[in-house]
């Protein structure tokens, strides 16, 4: 009782605080990037102890919206309106001229009191930043040479008539939206709420809303089903580390799915032909720019198609995604098609960036005496030399190149222009130096002023990139940085990249094979009969959407035979028998009359993060987690009581995980 007759005090001392912190001098202050406690909460609660009183905020009727504060124009000159929004800082420009901007998701009007009207004044005066208000009031055009040209309603004003204070904002916010000098990450993510109100932010998830929707009407026009599959699945022994959810049952537990992979093949068996879904997906990894513990995919299959097919859907899909999002129009020209092989010998990578040229040449047929059984890249670097001696060192130590003895650059001179490769550690012993300098530097465009960067490798190309592959890019950015290399920033450009390996080594040397993607990937025909002899060889149908150096899609033509799937699983990546019995219920679906079928996933939240031109995902998601899956708005993951531990048969460990 003590603590609710203490409430009276604190309300008046309150509304004391937000009519100081209102005045225009004041947000001078506030808009420097100061994290400040939000303590309005412990003050409302005392409030309510003591019995429910509010003077601050309008209770009742108060009139409808007629339009956004973005919509207004001089073609409204005269008319009576009603905006809704958030109030900015007001400016006094005397006692009786004040300007109060309100903002929406739409944009900004500015209202004018100027009526002499002493209540009114008071009310406009005491709004603090943020709060919200609905006003009514006559729209005015503003006078000749002082309309605002950088703002869409910059030629009209609104004249107050009436103004409801429906919830004033606390004065003690730790930080204002749209202020010139935000706080870190930590804090926008903690009052992410606040975050959300930034123009950027509003654009970004309204542009995503419209982005989905646009992927639904393509899809349902093209005989596509929506349809929803489980989150509560089960663990199985592919991809990534999943989220495993404990039940009542002992010993008995739900895994959340990595992908609705399995689900949609059966979909396929069932006999729905064309499904999609914009799917959830959760994976317990390390996070980075572009990773999230649990993300969104557009998910598709279909049935009775070849990969072609899916790669036409899918240029559609785009191609309308470009038209609605950014009103570009794209050609199916623009979507070329390379082979794994000639990505990663030619650009070092799987998803390659074909926005710059600087590709890379195989020249190990000038050293065969040197080279036996591997393969020697050479990339030259055009004007290269630009490039100083610390830049080169730092890119060895970045790439962990620094030891590395079959990599080597050479800076072209008019001294070594004919003796170049004599300075390459895995060119110079070849008995071939001095005798095809002339003809290499004509073929490979070899000029004074050009950077020469040669490695040697092993024929046998597996993984995402290449030393050289990687080289590539840190040198791109370094002559970015320098100015000396310009990328259109408006620029997509797309590449299928096709034909991977269906198997790679298992780095981990749990098993001697590992699906490259996943053991679900259909083999070329052809190469069937490799299966058993030299998997290595063996291409998977599998295809890759890659735009300007990112994968934003990758599918595959699947497995429909189980007898295939049973040898793959058990023979080629001999899993355990406990393991590959986790997917009976998919073998038995493939056996029960599933026809040829394939599909693709687009991850959404990186498409929309190339669409917003944003540098991380975090910046097109509502409510993304932090480093570590940290969710800063509800302080999450968080402990449970021992009594809920019980309940699911847990204990935990002694020992910290790492």
């Known amino acids: 009782m003590a603590q609710r007759l203490g409430r009276v005090a604190l309300g008046g001392l309150r509304t004391q605080l937000v009519r100081q912190a209102l005045r225009p001098s004041s947000f001078a202050k506030a808009t420097v990037c100061q994290v400040r406690p939000l303590t309005g909460t412990s003050v409302r609660k005392e409030q309510y102890l003591h019995g429910y009183k509010d003077s601050e905020r309008h209770h009742g009727h108060y009139p409808s919206r007629t339009h956004y504060c973005g919509e207004l124009r001089a073609s409204n000159e005269g008319e009576h309106v009603v905006l809704c929004g958030w109030a900015l800082p007001s400016r006094a420009l005397s006692q009786d001229l004040i300007f109060l901007p309100l903002r929406d998701h739409s944009g900004v009007t500015q209202l004018v009191y100027r009526d002499g009207n ?32 950088n703002q869409k309603t910059g030629q009209v004003e609104v004249e107050i008539t009436k103004v409801y204070c429906l919830n004033p904002s606390s004065p003690s916010l730790p930080f204002v939206p749209n202020q010139a000098q935000l706080p870190n990450e930590e804090v926008r993510l903690k009052y992410r709420y606040l975050d959300l109100r930034r123009d950027e932010l509003q654009k970004n998830i309204r542009l995503r809303s419209l982005t989905a929707n646009t992927v639904r009407s393509y899809l349902v026009e093209n005989g596509f089903t929506e349809i929803e599959t489980p989150t509560l699945f089960k663990s199985t022994p592919e991809g990534a580390r999943e989220f495993i959810v404990p039940t009542r049952k002992r010993g008995a537990f739900y895994a959340l799915p990595q992908s609705p992979q399995q689900h949609k093949q059966m979909l396929m068996a069932a006999g729905f032909d064309r499904y999609f ?170 000029e004074v002023g050009d950077l020469v960067l040669v490695h040697k490798r092993p024929k046998y190309l597996y993984g995402g990139n290449t030393t050289m592959g990687r080289v590539r890019l840190h040198v791109a950015n370094l ?84 007898v295939m799937q049973t040898y793959i699983l058990e023979k080629v990546l001999k899993l355990e028998k406990y393991e590959y019995k986790r997917f009976d219920h998919l073998i038995d679906a493939l056996g029960g ?43 999450s993951p968080s402990e449970v009581t021992t009594a809920q531990l019980n309940e699911y048969g847990l204990r935990l460990s002694q020992e910290k995980s790492v």
């Not at 320098?482 to 040397?509: I, M, N, R």
């Open 118 to 149: 002493s209540d009114l004044k008071s009310q406009v005066q005491s709004l603090s930043t943020e709060s919200v208000v609905c006003v009514e009031g006559i729209v005015r055009k503003r006078p000749d040479g002082m309309e605002n040209r």
């Open 277 to 446: 879904q914009i799917a959830r997906c959760f994976r317990d990894e390390d996070l980075r720019a572009d990773r999230q513990p649990e993300f969104t995919q557009i998910d598709l299959e279909m049935s009775f198609i070849k990969v072609n097919d899916v790669q036409s859907i899918i240029e559609g899909m785009v191609t309308s995604i470009w038209d609605k999002a950014l009103g570009k129009k794209l050609t199916k020209d623009m979507f070329p098609h390379m082979t794994y092989n000639e990505a990663m010998s030619t650009y070092g990578s799987d998803k390659p960036d074909i926005r710059f040229d600087m590709k890379i040449k195989e020249m190990s047929s000038y050293v065969k005496d040197t080279t036996g059984e591997d393969s020697v890249d050479c990339m030259v670097v055009k004007k290269g030399t630009s490039l100083s001696g610390g830049d080169l060192k730092a890119m060895l130590k970045t790439l962990d190149l620094t030891e590395e003895k079959n990599f080597s650059f050479v800076k072209v001179n008019e001294n070594n222009i004919h003796s170049w490769p004599s300075k390459c550690n895995p060119l110079r012993h070849s008995t071939q130096i001095g005798q095809f300098e002339s003809k290499i530097n004509q073929e490979y465009d070899i």
């Open 479 to 562: 002559l970015q940085e320098k100015g000396l290399l310009k990328l259109d920033q408006d620029a997509h450009k797309f590449l299928w990249v096709e034909s991977f390996p269906l198997f790679t080594p298992d780095e981990q040397g749990i098993r001697t094979w590992q699906s490259t993607h996943h053991p679900f990937t259909a083999p070329f025909d052809e190469d069937i009969p490799l299966l058993g002899t030299e998997p290595e060889k063996v291409r998977g149908q599998h295809y890759d959407l890659v735009l300007n150096g990112m994968e934003i899609g990758g599918g595959s033509i699947r497995i429909h035979s189980p």
């Open 593 to 635: 009359g599933c026809p040829p079928h394939g599909g693709i996933a687009l991850g959404f939240d990186r498409l929309m993060a190339i669409l917003c031109k944003s540098t991380s995902i975090r910046d097109v998601i509502a409510f993304p987690k932090a480093a570590g899956g940290k969710d800063f708005v509800v302080n």
